[in-house]
């Protein structure tokens, strides 16, 4: 497995949106925190948002890094060379997303990064009928090809796919991935919200179902030990089952991540175990 990054592409102009996509609230969250939320559970190295230049952002993970793009109005190469050229020398590949894809899964930016190969630069995920560039994988190697590009101002991503070695993946391909199918079956993870009635439908869905493991003394009767909670968030979750996230309760995200952010993006499949500090967390 290669060392991956994330890059997330905050600097778009939201002109058909009306106000910041990035700001928009997400149950409790924005859009922006909860999509970086998700980067920085599925990936290894840095996770990078790329703004506008003097672009106001609501509040990320303090471990999120915040970068510039040199000239707005650029395009998402602009973007992605201002992403690679802060993460080229710590990640050999990078999840690019844009901000605006609050169904995003942990599942399909696994498929993406894992489809890497030694002889490929990008991988591309066609669904719907379009490409998905904004929803692929990039080798970072691949920074000196876009700069030049942007200076030769072609700046759609196709120029840059046209002199790379390119891995499409159709949908049939994507959903071979068993835990991407069961969570995912629909890959809405490419969904984007472009306009206020596309963000309006999306934030009417139903939260993901998250198994709930209470511990120890939490675990008050054999009912309460494991249930199903629908949540966007550790918070949602928390309050969904009476709990207060404080310094002598901790959550474990699928057995591993120990957490009492409140704003931490949950997804179809996760199990969020909450124990006391002291006996285990």
């Known amino acids: 497995m290669f060392e991956a990054g994330a890059i997330i592409l905050a600097g778009g102009k939201s002109s058909r949106m009306g106000s910041p996509k990035a700001a928009l609230a ?14 920085r559970r599925t990936v290894d190295g840095p996770v990078v948002v790329v703004r506008a230049r003097e672009q106001a952002l609501p509040p990320v993970d303090a ?10 109005g650029r395009g998402p190469l602009q973007g992605l060379a201002a992403g690679l050229a802060a ?24 498929r993406v990064i894992g489809a890497f190969t ?23 190697s691949l920074l000196s090809q876009v700069e030049a ?31 991407l199918a069961a969570a995912d079956p629909g890959l809405a993870s490419v969904s984007n919200l472009n306009e206020p009635s596309d963000y309006a439908q ?14 120890g003394t939490l675990a008050v009767n054999r009912e ?28 474990a ?11 931490l993006p949950l997804a179809a499949g996760d199990v969020v175990g909450f124990m006391v500090a002291d006996a285990g967390g």
Do not use: C
């Open 63 to 72: 471990a999120v890094e915040i970068v510039s793009d040199a000239r707005e």
């Open 118 to 140: 030694p002889e490929i630069d990008v991988v591309l995920p066609e669904v719907r009928g379009y490409r998905q560039p904004l929803s692929a994988g990039y080798r970072t």
């Open 87 to 110: 993460i080229s020398d710590r990640a050999e590949v990078v999840y690019v997303s844009s901000t605006d894809v609050p169904l995003l899964h942990p599942a399909f930016m696994r």
């Open 202 to 215: 999306a934030h009417a869905l139903p939260p993901p179902e998250i198994e709930v493991r209470r511990f």
């Open 26 to 39: 997400w149950h409790g969250s924005t859009l922006l925190r909860r999509v970086t939320g998700l980067a």
């Open 253 to 263: 995200l699928n057995g591993d991540q120990i957490t009492r952010d409140r704003e």
């Open 224 to 251: 309460a030990r494991s249930q199903h909670v629908p949540a966007w968030s550790l918070g949602q979750l928390a309050d969904g089952i009476g709990l207060t996230l404080e310094d002598h309760v901790v959550a």
């Open 149 to 179: 590009l942007i200076a030769a101002d072609k700046l759609k991503p196709a120029f840059l796919f046209e002199q790379s070695h390119v891995l499409r993946l159709d949908e049939a391909t994507i959903l071979r991935d068993q835990a």
